[in-house]
């Protein structure tokens, strides 16, 4: 918090101007009357000046806030649709029944998204804090947000080098002729083959209904036979396996270093510092076009795609639902995993985008905004990917219940890669649907370097918050040497290993620890009283919410984990079986941000202060800078924190003669937030100390404060535990 000079001359026992009172030490309505007031005195509670917020500008001067509520919802949009609604969801749906996996998703969207997006939004706008400095709420768990600032490091680079690849695509889709469209070129290889009834129609041949051609030669009287062609021999393939990553044989053949690719990681860097440059002011304008594009984009492609042969009867065949797969658990626990990455939760990037939202916001219609917004996207790219493959199918002459696909990178730079190909004027859909691909990537990168940029300067603000560029240029800078590694041949294989290990069940390991911390350590009653301090109500339906946070949610992550755990099965890329070697540093890699949490807990109970009793109090009980950043808040429910409210509030003949030292020995826990057991306490401590001080003659005392912050019919009363 920033104060005046006069004020911290008077904290260090310097001379102060006499009649000087620094205003922002008082709530707003003070300006207006005409009253001597008080020169300030510390004593000993948490100081929180007070802002002005009924102007024009940010609520929070320090840290800053979104410029407006479209800002910030565009940009929790555009950090929670991210791509994989384009190469995941599409295929389990392709894969489990169809239209049927809605239902397995939605329910695992309500059961093991909702919960932890909630709460991740409530606490982050409720405290104004990052990943990092949110775990003020429970101290001993402070290594969560190290955990999540570290995986969010995985996540930029991983985010980068998909941003690298659909650049590259980019710039070769400026052609007349898009290079993965035909075999004359100089990596497609003796095997490379176009489509069947392409093929077929260029050879004046016959096509059959198994998908073979026939080829009669007038000139020779010989007829020839061209068998159904493999997909493993289209153009795109080898486009993307020589030209764009120069695959090499294996994970531990690094092979040479691609330095158009590495030109475009360096590009896309460059990129996203521009759009942090002035942190959410500058990221908050730039999510108008990586959002709101991309949406544009997905309109024009799917009307495209719909009017081509084959799509429809696909979209319809593909979106039947097999109603069989609901008694399947594997569909189930594929249901489950997708819910939960899905909102991108557990990475730090929620709190990091609500913590920059204006307190009192609607949090619980932001929420369910975003979840539909999420549930559309995903819809949409089903149907993107089914008329591309209904249109694919065609072309190859493959019926539909014989078409295979896969997910991840196969799918958006192979599959639909090779559909767009054979649209006519390819050049301007193919590059249409990477420029898609770009915003979106890159939105969720942005918000990613965002959550560590933040986190790193809530935690060390002194140091950090004025030097945040360059702290942002550090940050950029070394994750573009550590994205460098992905551009040689083999960065290909040890993408898939971020993708299988270290992106995947650490998020659930993560999202366990977080649930039992705040909803069993911190306590649910007290999140939700959070949320209703916010909003003003609280969430509909409040004993379903407590149960679903304390018992329903460690249950269902608890159950994700064993589920890919023992879903897990020997790694392979086309025919390349993944050494043991490479997966266990995979495992060893994903490991590195859990170990951060035990480190970290045991670091933070060594550091409390006290005996052994005390330092479990400290670190299980939220710290004493723990709530609302601004006073102005924080006295809505507490205005005895604030000493200068309290003399507003109290009769100044009212005197305590206690020193700050015993009301330390008093108080185990010296924390300026109470709970409703430890307020009753901490009244009846402060009362009795009165009298005493009283008898004794305290009134003579030099430690005499004339305030009377802490009598007992002054303590707020709370229906359950207190907000904070």
């Known amino acids: 918090m920033s104060i005046s000079s006069n004020e911290q001359e008077h904290r260090n026992g310097r001379s102060a101007v006499g009649n000087h009172v620094d205003m922002s030490l008082y709530p707003p309505f003070i300006k207006q009357l005409d009253a001597k007031l008080p020169d300030y005195t510390r004593e000993g509670d948490i100081e929180y000046p007070f802002e002005e917020i009924t102007g024009v500008g940010d609520e929070n001067r320090i840290r800053g806030n979104w410029s407006n509520k479209s800002d910030y919802l565009l940009a929790v949009i555009g950090f929670t649709a991210g791509v994989g609604s384009f190469w995941k969801f599409p295929f389990l749906v392709f894969k489990h029944g169809g239209a049927a996996f809605l239902i397995p ?12 997006f909630f709460m991740e939004m409530v606490l982050g706008q409720f405290s104004s804090s990052a990943a990092i400095s949110v775990w003020k709420v429970v101290p001993l768990f402070k290594g969560i947000g190290f955990a999540q600032v570290t995986i969010s490091g995985f996540f930029a680079v991983f985010f980068n080098i998909i941003s690298a690849w659909t650049l590259f695509y980019l710039i070769n889709s400026f052609s007349f002729s898009i290079p993965w469209s035909n075999c004359a070129n100089s990596w497609s290889g003796e095997n490379c083959t176009l489509g069947t009834r392409i093929q077929c129609r260029e050879m004046n041949g016959t096509l059959l209904v198994n998908g073979s051609c026939i080829v009669e030669h007038a000139a020779s009287n010989e007829t020839t036979v061209i068998p159904l062609h493999d997909l493993n021999s289209i153009p795109s393939l080898r486009y993307f396996h020589t030209d764009v990553l120069m695959l090499s044989k294996g994970v531990d053949d690094f092979g040479t270093l691609n330095w158009y690719l590495g030109l475009c990681v360096l590009v896309c860097w460059i990129a996203v510092f521009l759009c942090l440059f002035q942190g959410v002011k500058s990221s908050g304008k730039v999510v108008y ?7 544009i984009i997905l309109t024009v492609l799917l009307t495209r795609l719909l ?16 109603w069989e797969v609901l008694s399947d658990l594997h569909v189930w626990g594929e249901a489950a995993v997708q819910a939960f990455y ?12 609500a913590s920059y939202s204006k307190f009192h916001n609607n949090v619980y219609k932001d929420i369910c905004l975003v979840l539909l917004v999420d549930v559309f996207v995903s819809l949409i790219g089903c149907l993107l990917t089914f008329s591309a493959i209904g249109f694919t199918c065609y072309e190859f002459a493959i019926a539909l219940d014989k078409f295979q696909i896969r997910d991840g990178f196969h799918l958006v730079f192979v599959f639909l890669a090779e559909a767009l190909a054979g649209v006519p004027v390819a050049p301007l859909y193919a590059g249409l649907f990477f420029i898609m691909i770009l915003l979106v990537v890159h939105a ?22 004025r030097n945040r560029r360059h702290v942002l240029t550090t940050v950029c800078a070394l994750f573009i040497c550590l994205s460098i590694p992905f551009c040689l041949s ?15 069940w650490p998020l ?14 911190y306590g649910v009653d007290n999140m939700l009283d959070n949320a209703k301090w916010i909003v003003g109500h609280w969430p509909p339906c409040y004993i379903f919410w407590k149960v679903l946070f304390k018992f329903i949610c460690p249950l269902v992550y608890l159950s994700i984990l064993c589920f890919l755990w023992l879903d897990w099965n020997s790694i392979e890329y086309e025919s390349y079986q993944f050494p043991y070697w490479s997966i266990l540093a995979a495992w060893g890699i994903a490991s590195i941000p859990l170990i951060l949490i035990p480190i970290i807990g045991i670091w933070q109970f060594c550091i409390a202060k006290g005996t052994i009793t005390q330092k479990w109090w400290r670190v299980l009980y939220p710290d004493d800078a723990w709530g609302p950043a601004l006073a102005i808040h924080r006295a809505e429910k507490f205005p005895l924190q604030i000493p200068e409210a309290r003399r507003l509030l109290l009769p100044p003949e009212v005197e305590i003669a206690a020193s700050q030292r015993d009301l330390q020995d008093d108080i185990p826990m010296n924390s300026g937030v ?33 305030i009377g912050a802490t009598i007992n019919t002054m303590i707020p009363k709370f229906e359950r535990e207190t907000a904070i």
Do not use: H
């Not at 076009?289 to 949406?295: A, E, G, N, Q």
């Not at 083999?490 to 995947?504: C, D, H, I, K, P």
């Open 105 to 116: 998703y939605l329910v695992m969207l309500c059961l093991a998204a909702l919960p932890m």
């Open 508 to 521: 659930v390991v993560i999202a366990f620890l977080e649930c039992m911390a705040i909803n069993w350590i």
């Open 342 to 353: 899905s909102v991108s939760c557990c990475s730090g990037g929620l709190f990091t985008i």
């Open 674 to 706: 109470l709970t409703a057991g430890r307020s009753s306490e901490f009244a009846q401590t402060t009362d009795a100390r009165s009298i005493r001080s009283t008898v004794a003659g305290g009134g003579d005392r030099g430690d005499v404060k004339s």
């Open 307 to 322: 009017t081509l042969d084959g799509s429809i009867s696909a979209v319809l065949y593909f979106l039947s639902p097999k």
């Open 289 to 295: 076009i990586s959002v709101i594009f991309p949406f």
């Open 490 to 504: 083999s960065g290909l294989y040890w993408m898939e290993l971020l993708t299988q290990f270290v992106l995947t």
């Open 444 to 465: 969720t990168q942005m918000f990613v370097v965002e959550t560590i940029v933040s986190s790193l300067c809530d935690e060390y603000p002194e140091r950090l918050r």
